[in-house]
């Protein structure tokens, strides 16, 4: 068990991240910032996506499993999948590049976001894909920086 949470390897490259499906109601985002803010949790990542009855939180943050119990705790319906994180060059066709490799190898991706780290040279791109390991293999093979929880989960890059 790492101080971050989890177990892992020290080339594991998946990340976890926690899903929270929410009422599209007033201070129910905040009411969840605030569980993972009580349990000195930090997020270093947040996608929200909605419907007209609910919205789709997606967390990348620094203890995945302590988040994911304080956000039970406060009652919150929460879920953890493993996503891909690739550091993309802050450049045109950064992203293109990578989709190239995984469409190249025939993986699928179900969705995906980014965030910038203050003063970074590159986005951090996270990936929900069918096959993490084929992908990541690809991804290094061509040269790509797959990032690892390590690299995700520090405050402060």
Same mark, same amino acid.
């Given at each position: 068990?790492?101080?971050?949470?989890?177990?892992?390897?020290?080339?594991?490259?998946?990340?976890?991240?926690?899903?929270?499906?929410?009422?599209?109601?007033?201070?129910?985002?905040?009411?969840?910032?605030?569980?993972?803010?009580?349990?000195?949790?930090?997020?270093?990542?947040?996608?929200?996506?909605?419907?007209?009855?609910?919205?789709?939180?997606?967390?990348?943050?620094?203890?995945?499993? @302590?988040?994911? !119990?304080?956000?039970?705790?406060?009652?919150? #319906?929460?879920?953890?999948? *493993? +996503?891909?994180? &690739? %550091?993309?060059?802050?450049?045109?066709?950064?992203?293109?590049?990578?989709?190239?490799?995984?469409?190249?190898?025939?993986?699928? @991706?179900?969705? !995906?976001?980014?965030?910038?780290?203050?003063? #970074?040279?590159?986005?951090? *791109? +996270?990936?929900? &894909? %069918?096959?993490?390991?084929?992908?990541?293999?690809?991804?290094?093979?061509?040269?790509?920086?797959?990032?690892?929880?390590?690299? @995700?989960?520090?405050?402060?890059?």
């Amino acid at each position: 068990m790492s101080s971050t949470g989890v177990t892992r390897g020290v080339s594991d490259p998946m990340i976890k991240q926690l899903t929270v499906f929410l009422e599209n109601s007033p201070g129910r985002l905040a009411g969840l910032t605030r569980a993972l803010g009580d349990a000195g949790v930090n997020m270093r990542a947040l996608m929200v996506a909605d419907t007209a009855e609910f919205g789709v939180v997606r967390i990348i943050c620094d203890r995945p499993e @302590v988040a994911r !119990a304080a956000l039970e705790e406060a009652g919150f #319906g929460v879920s953890v999948t *493993d +996503v891909l994180a &690739v %550091e993309v060059p802050d450049s045109p066709g950064g992203l293109a590049d990578v989709l190239e490799v995984l469409g190249g190898i025939g993986v699928n @991706v179900e969705y !995906a976001y980014c965030y910038v780290e203050p003063g #970074g040279t590159a986005a951090i *791109d +996270v990936f929900r &894909v %069918e096959d993490i390991a084929r992908a990541t293999d690809a991804l290094r093979a061509a040269n790509m920086r797959v990032l690892g929880p390590a690299d @995700v989960y520090a405050v402060g890059g």
